[in-house]
């Protein structure tokens, strides 16, 4: 069975600053998705950033990066020039692709907080 | 824009009570799931649907049912609420054949008292 987990329970960072938020996960599939979610406190969860496996290339998405290891099954989100509207949970996501199942398993979630 | 709805944000109910919560999406989505959010715990899938009238269990169903009778229309029921079953729900859908991401709604925080 897949599992993803987030070491981190909480993080900070200064405003303006860099922050990696890490996330690890356990797989025998060879084509699978790789989410970062973000929930505010509104609650609705927002997709940050995804990634598919068989794509070399890390993802980015304005501010927001990824660090995709697949040997090393490391799948880190980078935040540059924090925003105080960054602050929020965020969670690491793995879906089977095309052929697997159709759930997503999602990590324990870091909170970030940004300090002005 | 997709719009995944849950009915209500904060619902207090009592041991015992009947519960249903509700999810509706306007994204024609085969694929809608259930999870509970529990701090220190993640998301845990309680049940999804893969298409309308068909449904399979997540990590956590017992004491769970949920009813997919139509495609826009996903609803989670506690059977007999108890008050372990105190948590945040959160609906969301995907498109079936070439969606990726899951979107999702802005959650319930049940009560049971």
């Known amino acids: 069975a897949q599992t993803v987990t987030q070491s981190q329970p909480e993080m900070s960072v200064q405003e303006a600053e860099t922050v990696t938020l890490s996330c690890t996960y356990d797989?025998?599939?060879?084509?699978?998705?790789l989410f970062w979610y973000k929930q505010p406190p509104s609650r609705q969860m927002i997709l940050v950033i995804r990634?598919?496996?068989?794509?070399?290339q890390n993802a980015t998405e304005n501010r927001f990066s990824v660090n995709f290891q697949k040997a090393a099954k490391s799948f880190s989100l980078k935040i540059s020039d924090s925003q105080l509207g960054d602050a929020a949970m965020y969670f690491c996501?793995?879906?089977?692709?095309?052929?697997?199942?159709?759930?997503?398993?999602f990590g324990t979630g870091t909170r970030l907080k940004v300090l002005a | 824009d997709v719009k995944v709805t849950q009915s209500s944000r904060y619902l207090v109910k009592r041991t015992g009570e009947k519960v249903f919560l509700e999810c509706v999406q306007d994204?024609?989505?085969?694929?809608m799931f259930w999870y509970r959010q529990d701090p220190g715990l993640g998301l845990r899938l309680i049940y999804f649907?893969?298409?309308?009238?068909?449904?399979e269990k997540g990590d956590i169903p017992e004491g769970y049912s949920v009813s997919r009778e139509k495609k826009e229309r996903f609803s989670l029921i506690l059977e007999s609420a108890s008050t372990n079953q105190t948590s945040m729900y959160l609906c969301?859908?995907?498109?079936?054949?070439?969606?990726?991401?899951?979107?999702f709604g802005q959650g319930t925080r049940l009560t049971v008292v």
């Open positions: 969301a859908s995907r498109h079936g054949d070439w969606g990726t991401e899951a979107f």
């Open positions: 797989t025998s599939e060879s084509d699978y998705y």
């Open positions: 990634q598919e496996a068989y794509k070399q």
């Open positions: 996501a793995y879906r089977s692709g095309p052929s697997g199942t159709y759930k997503y398993i």
């Open positions: 994204m024609d989505h085969e694929n």
């Open positions: 649907s893969y298409d309308v009238k068909m449904k």
